[in-house]
C-alpha cells in the first residue's frame, strides 16, 4: 500500500485553506484519510504552515511519498 502526504483543499469560494493529510493511493484523500497532520493557510502574510513533525517524519520514515508542494513547504521548515 503506498501512501502520499498531500494538501487536500477545504474552506469556502475565495478563502482556501489546505489540511496536509497521508493518504493511501487506494483512497481519493477527501474525506477518507489516514491522518491528519497539519494545515497551510495562504492568506496571511506571511503564509502559515504548521505540522506535526514527529508525525510526518513517522509517515516519511514508512515510505510516504510527499507531493511536490508538501516536499517544498518541508524543506523550509527544515523537516527534509
Known sequence: MATKIR???????????????AVSDEKDGRGDVLEILGYYDPLPDPAI?????????YWLSVGAKP??????????KGII
Open 7 to 21: 494538501l487536500v483543499r477545504k474552506g469556502k469560494r475565495n478563502r482556501p485553506f489546505f489540511r496536509v493529510v
Open 49 to 57: 504552515f504548521e505540522v506535526k513533525e514527529d508525525r510526518v517524519r
Open 67 to 76: 507531493s511536490q508542494t508538501v516536499e517544498a513547504f518541508l524543506k523550509k
